[in-house]
């Protein structure tokens, strides 16, 4: 087996091809308290290249939760024909606000989807900061994607709504510029199993409502992903599929994965507690042939799965609605 297809855990997704990395990408933004700060990657070649916002988990690691993290995901969709663009929101352990007297914060859940709004507000001036890089890419293809609370910022920008009590500000975050989004593990309904200790450090995660997610969504979800922290039940953290709109949602559920689905986060992160390079391979590959679908329009996602379907032990399952 050659290295490109170990790397894909023997999906078809082609050669890799080299990448190039730009950071930090700084922009001014009003009444940010700090900077917004990001990350290009790149293929060195080619053109017509869509494009991955990438939203990051809140996690506990010091760098993985910022622009710095989740490189075998944004190496890989890179080196297969994916500009991705990574803001370092403000719950980034980097910056040290997350204990600060600020609203929204810890968490800081809606500056993220506003973070997200920012990039595609100014994605040719971010797109500039890397010499030759705009005229080759096609920003009218573009898809989020996040994992854990990124889950939750691509959820809010596919649709879905917090019903905060008392909170008067705008409730639809979602943007009609992306064509597709992924969400990775992110949370779900804070119904009777939510978790005490959920409520009381992370109160605006009980009013998610998912009945106005009507964007074309792939949700991931890890069959041990259970933190009874959150929610002691194992479906909480694909909500974001059974209770959304149908006609356009598919969940991908990763077998024997937990929250970090084998390591995605970082290259021998610490953090991870079910190291699977195999998982990681698939994941990724999995995503990029359904973001080639969607963004592309070709048949990755439909040849990806017979791929699975094949497989003596599968690693994933997948429906629709």
């Known amino acids: 087996m050659n290295t490109a297809y170990a790397d894909a855990s023997g999906f078809p997704v082609g050669d890799p091809t080299s990448i190039l990395s730009y950071s930090p990408v700084v922009l001014d933004v009003p009444d940010r308290p700090v900077r917004l700060e990001l990350k290009v990657t790149a293929p060195a070649t080619g053109t017509g290249l869509p494009v991955i916002v990438f939203s990051h988990g809140h996690g506990g690691a010091n760098f993985l939760s910022s622009l710095r993290g989740y490189g075998p995901l944004v190496d890989f969709w890179a080196a297969h024909g994916f500009v991705v663009v990574q803001p370092t929101h403000l719950d980034s352990t980097v910056l040290g606000l997350r204990e600060q007297d600020l609203p929204d914060a810890p968490l800081f859940w809606r500056d993220r989807a506003l973070d997200m709004h920012t990039v595609l507000d100014r994605l040719p001036e971010i797109l500039g900061a890397v010499p030759g890089l705009p005229e080759r890419v096609d920003t009218s293809r573009i898809a989020a994607v996040g994992h854990s609370l990124g889950g939750h910022t691509v959820s809010l920008l596919m649709g879905m709504q917090v019903?905060?009590?008392?909170?008067?500000?705008?409730?639809?975050?979602?943007?009609?510029?992306?064509?597709?989004?992924?969400?990775?593990?992110?949370?779900?309904?804070?119904?009777?199993?939510?978790?005490?200790?959920?409520?009381?450090?992370?109160?605006?995660?009980?009013?998610?409502?998912?009945?106005?997610?009507?964007?074309?969504?792939?949700?991931?979800?890890?069959?041990?992903?259970?933190?009874?922290?959150?929610?002691?039940?194992?479906?909480?953290?694909?909500?974001?599929?059974?209770?959304?709109?149908?006609?356009?949602?598919?969940?991908?559920?990763?077998?024997?994965?937990?929250?970090?689905?084998?390591?995605?986060?970082?290259?021998?992160?610490?953090?991870?507690?079910?190291?699977?390079?195999?998982?990681?391979?698939?994941?990724?590959?999995?995503?990029?042939?359904?973001?080639?679908?969607?963004?592309?329009?070709?048949?990755?996602?439909?040849t990806a799965l017979d791929v699975l379907s094949s497989l003596p032990e599968p690693l994933a399952t997948v429906e629709t609605r």
Do not use: C
């Open 163 to 302: 019903l905060q009590p008392q909170d008067s500000r705008e409730k639809d975050l979602s943007d009609p510029r992306l064509t597709a989004g992924v969400v990775i593990g992110g949370p779900g309904i804070a119904d009777e199993h939510f978790g005490s200790w959920a409520r009381e450090n992370y109160p605006s995660l009980q009013y998610p409502d998912f009945a106005t997610m009507t964007g074309t969504t792939l949700v991931v979800a890890g069959d041990e992903d259970l933190n009874p922290n959150f929610s002691s039940r194992l479906s909480y953290r694909w909500d974001a599929y059974t209770h959304s709109p149908g006609g356009n949602k598919t969940l991908l559920m990763m077998r024997g994965a937990g929250h970090l689905f084998g390591g995605i986060s970082g290259y021998d992160a610490a953090e991870t507690t079910d190291e699977n390079p195999a998982r990681v391979a698939a994941l990724r590959a999995l995503i990029l042939s359904y973001l080639r679908s969607q963004l592309l329009g070709d048949r990755s996602w439909e």
